[in-house]
């Protein structure tokens, strides 16, 4: 049985802060810039995809304080329980000395019109506190979230190479100086119990176990559950829909791990893309360099695997390379768990296998074999932090004279889910792995695919582009060139 | 170590031509730089929403806002009959903009009404419940639909001509035509439109608008509320980017937020969310190129005749001074020697194009480099051979009138080039691209050098002037104000140089306030590139003025001649003596002079007549050129920049940490237009790409992966600009012009560079695939 607690705490800087009455919707940016008059955090877009808003939010994860930067325009205050906020405020020494970071920024002219360099400034500080010595790949990826339209964004590389082999002194870095006592506030902060807030009509609930999540869902369910807020913050900040009851699943720990077993992997629903990249890259590396081209760097470090499947979007990134990889995902609902194969679960545009009272709760993906060819290819207007206007994962395994003996792809941005490729499939299978099979198989696209246009692209762009990824793939297992890089190395 | 004491310094810190910081820098990283949603709101602040049309054009049968005022927390709505002198804000005064739609609906998204709520959600929120009914009428967003099926104009077009083009295109040894789609851009200044107005006495008000020029918003405030000029001040210390986004379409924001601010005597404050600021507001224009030029076996251009149709949306706003600006610079470096150039500002029911950073000239010049590439192609030379064949000669050489019939008079493009071909190695590259291309299957690669030369002045010949207002206060200090807005290009910091220089004092003393109409009138809008070149001399001028008035002090108190009395590092040299500037000031102020001045400049030498398309519409030009080197694929179109250069002409730079930023900022911008920044409408007439989830601008991880920026540093302004600088906002915004041509040149080879790819603008990747399997098909 759950008891109820009636508040969300938490720590801004360097104030400990308690919210006893909060809309489910009210957005952490806005709580920075109207009630607490915190103005260097900057809203941009209010979708989280131009980094001005971004922030620095502390959590135990593991027993450790980790930092991650977020959009605060898209994170709900609801969500910040037991977390550490750190705003572009709190960087500076009190006697306006700057942080190494900002100093960096002005010597090397890093702001222009300066509305974007608050969110640099928080980003550049995020990895800056997590990784010793990043290159150029890393300060790119870290600042994929991060938009600035004044200076091209030369002299801001600079800066962020000026500083990265300076590391993070209590001296100045006002984190380093108080992590020991932060972590102790968290940890007291942290509730085993459900938090139950509510503004007029509107409530928020934030479960301290998954059984407790169950147990909610089953009383509401009609409840929207909320992880990373990257898709449902715009459900409130662009189409300003009503939630209520939200439940909060974000400090979810038992959600939150990657179990190893022998045959595979098995992700949390609650493990961020961050938090899952390095397993994944270990395991499936051209899903990896998928994950590093998937948001910015503060969409991977809120959202999650569990929820891009969760919400059957049809141009999700990560359902591809996990179809192609034969990934189930359990859901779970107060009467237990069931596991259906992750290419079920998409039914139609806009519905999912998940019934009312039902979480996903975990996703597994089986081993690749040492053998098999995989490769996820997405195509995008721009190469980062965009949408894919499709997203194809393929997959073989070819027997000793060459001849397919498995096959699995599947396509986002295709149809109107995550789908395989089952006439390409049927074309491949047991024929040569040759070229004049491939171009064979390309025509059978035709009768899987029936792609729309959009403003992303036109119909025939896909259908064209979905074809070549084909070839693509089978130059790429014959050993030619024929993705471009930017760094051949990532980190 | 430094062991000088101030007395004994020989420089001053902060003089003109030194790399000084942006003078905001600290306080933009520390977050504590205000813009306007930052400064402090007064008591009882009341927020404003748009009410916006979903129809792209309609009449309006009925508009039900019961709803919409019945929300709590609503305190009024706003309609076009509320406007309580006029409703119209048009910029060219031609009386086509209203502020609200009244009756007929012209682009999707179009405001109709505005709401005034205790909270912004609250306004946001209830501005979706409005019930209207429309009767829909028949739209024409596209260019080529308004181009083809005669679409009216939006104002008059101009004709640029010299020479006889028609019969000169028949003799030619060669003839080809062709046309290029050359698509708009969104700003994406980060910084929404934002105004705030606060009610005074009687018919007084303020307005804090994030806008390039504050004497419009002051304008079109007191045109609509039916008050005379000096009731309305208008303010603002900084921009968060405006790129010509801010130069008319902040008026409407400004003007419903002065409206409700009289109207309920509180203070209001709008704020349009990203979306409603992408939909309600106005972009680059797109335009459609129809060309046709003869030339000789050798590639040399003999006559040029083209049409730059371009998509205006609903009203006139910026667009006759814009498409006049693509045909000054649809010539680009190049001589025409019979010329033929026509605008056609289409009107589409889209919402209305405006100024954006190069205003048309961008537009114009890409069409005159697809004509030297399409030259190239069809003759199978390097398009860089036909460009130097063509360039403007020197002055006198019978190669240097302009299809305005302006001589170009101080024209250094071939130096500018021939160093940037020799320091970027570009002929050894081509070579080894070339021999890659013949080898690589999937992936190719291309590069250009591409010039640029750009006119400088406001082709309205009335606003090249400015003013800027001095104080020198009795403890020494500086207080310094100007007509200029900053808006992130480093206008206040390079001003304050001047005044710094012209006093000798360090830049520490120079104070640098917001610009407001209250100081400065009449100004123009901080705009085509022109900010430091006028406010920069004004300032200069105040600065003159009381030099003046001090070496007369000076030489009647010591009794010594008026050249025996000079400026030096922060004292007043008389004589053999050394008077600290502050001491000097103060014995000044004891004598009864006068330490302020209102500077004033205006640009000396320009003129020009539209009607006969004859004139000097530029003071000068501003020169450089760029070598890109991108890889792309050819299975998917993807690309990647891999390498740029650039060689920047901005005079005797007054600031080259912050020009090189001004070139690295441009280059980016513009590529971004020529690659991922499409606008893309519904058949619905709606604008689908209106965020930055669907609208994307260049990441870091898009920039040049190397990425060569100099300014030339020999070059010195012919002309008597600011410490002989050059404008340099705009003019290298084209210098990625040869990105686009190096992404040409890798799919032309998928065809043994035969064939001219013809590649439109953007150059997504789906444009370039395209284009590959066009040139792969017509091949085969």
Known sequence: MTQSAGSIRFILNDRDITVTSVSPTATLLDFLRLEHRLTGTKEGCAEGDCGACTVLVGRLANGELVYESVNACIRFTGSLNATHVVTVEHLAAKDGTLHPIQQAMVDYHGSQCGFCTPGFVMSLYGLWLSKDNPGRADIEKTLQGNLCRCTGYE???????????????????????????????????????????????????????????????????????????????????????????VIFINGLEELQSIHETGDGITIGAGVSYSAAFDQISARYPAFGRLLDRLGGEQVRNMGTIGGNVANGSPIGDTPPPLIALGASVTLRSKSGPRTVPLEDYFIEYGRQERKPGEFVESIFVPNLPDDDHFAVYKISKRRDEDISALCGAFRIALDGSNQVTMVRIAFGGMAGTPKRAANVEAALMGKPWSEETIKAAQAAFEADY??????????????????????????????????LVRFEVTA | MDKSTFEERKTITGPMHSALRHDSAHKHVSGTADYIDDIPEPAGTLHGALGMTDRAHAEILSMDLSEVEACP??????????????????????????????????????????????????????????????????????????????????????TLARGDAEAELELAPHRLTGRMRIGGQEHFYLESHIAMAIPGEDDEITVWSSTQHPSEIQHMVSHVLGVPSNAVTVQ?????????????????????????????????????????????????????????????????????????????GYSSDLSGPVTDRALFHADSSYFYPHVKLTSQPLKTHTVSNTAYRGFGGPQGMVGGERI???????????????????????????????PYHQQVEDNIIHRIVSELEASADYQVRRKAIIAFNKTSRVIRKGIALTPVKFGISFTMTAFNQAGALVHVYQDGSIHLNHGGTEMGQGLYTKVAQVLADSFQVDITNVKITATTTGKVPNTSATAASSGSDLNGMAAYDAARQIKERLVDFAAERW??????????????????????????????????????????????????????????????????????????????????????????????????????????????????????????????????????????????SDRPKIFNVKLAEWAENAEMTIGRSKAVGEPPFMLPISVLEALSMAVASVADYRECPRLDAPATPERVLMAVERLRTEKA
Request: proline share 5%; glycine share 8%.
């Open chain 1, 155 to 245: 002299p801001i590389v600079k800066a962020a190479e000026a500083v990265a082999s300076a590391r993070p002194d209590a001296l100045f870095d006002p984190i380093v100086k108080m992590r020991k006592e932060i972590i102790a506030k968290l940890a007291a902060m942290r509730s085993p119990d459900t938090i139950r807030l509510s503004d007029g009509d509107a409530s928020l609930i934030v479960p301290g176990t998954a059984a407790a999540l169950a147990d909610l869902l089953a009383d509401h369910p009609t409840a929207t559950v909320v992880a990373g807020s990257t898709d449902v913050g715009l459900w409130v900040t662009k189409q300003m829909r009503n939630l209520n009851p």
């Open chain 2, 559 to 700: 009794q010594t001649e008026r050249e025996n009395i000079s400026f030096v590092p922060n004292h007043v040299k008389i004589g053999d003596e050394l008077v600290p500037f502050p001491a000097f000031i103060k014995q000044a102020y004891f004598a009864r002079v006068q330490l302020s001045a209102a500077g004033f400049y205006k640009t000396p030498k320009i003129h020009w007549d539209r009607n006969t398309g004859r004139g000097t519409p530029f003071y000068y030009f501003a020169y450089g050129a760029a070598v890109s080197e991108v890889s792309i694929d050819t299975l998917t179109g993807e690309y990647m920049i891999d390498r740029v250069d650039v060689l920047h002409d901005v005079g005797k730079s007054l600031n080259p940490a912050i020009d090189i930023g001004q070139v690295e900022g441009a280059f980016v911008q513009g590529m971004g237009w020529l690659t991922t920044e499409e606008l893309w409408w519904d058949d619905k007439g709606r604008l689908r790409t209106h965020a930055p989830s669907t609208y994307k601008i260049p990441l870091a």
């Open chain 2, 372 to 402: 030297i590439e399409e030259i190239a192609y069809a003759l199978g030379k390097d398009p860089l051979e036909i460009r130097k064949l063509n360039f403007y000669g020197e002055k006198g050489s019978g190669r240097d009138l302009t």
């Open chain 2, 236 to 312: 603002v210390r900084r921009m968060g980017g405006g790129f010509g986004g801010k130069e008319t379409q902040g008026n409407q924001f400004a003007a419903l937020a002065a409206v409700a601010a009289k109207k309920l005597n509180r203070a209001v404050k709008f704020r349009p969310d990203r979306d409603e600021d992408m939909t309600a507001t106005g972009k680059r224009h797109d335009f459609l190129v129809d060309y046709d030029v003869g030339f000789d076996d050798e590639g040399r251009i003999h006559a040029v005749k083209a049409n730059y149709a371009a998509r205006c």
């Open chain 2, 73 to 158: 927390g609503v305190v009024c709505v706003l309609t076009a009959s509320d406007m309580p002198h006029s409703n119209d804000i048009s910029p060219s005064h031609l009386d086509d903009e209203p502020v609200l739609a009244d009756g007929l609906v012209q682009f999707h998204g179009q405001p109709a009404f505005a709401v005034i709520a205790e909270t912004r959600d609250i306004a946001r929120r209830a501005a979706r419940k409005a019930k209207i009914v429309y009767r829909d009428l028949p739209h024409r967003t596209d260019i080529l639909d308004a181009l083809e099926n005669g679409a009216e104009v939006v104002t008059k077009p101009l």
């Open chain 1, 450 to 483: 029936k792609p729309l246009t959009d403003w992303r692209a036109t119909a025939a762009y896909r259908m064209l582009a979905a074809k070549n990824l084909l070839l693509r793939f089978f130059l790429e297992t014959s050993g030619e060139k024929a993705e």
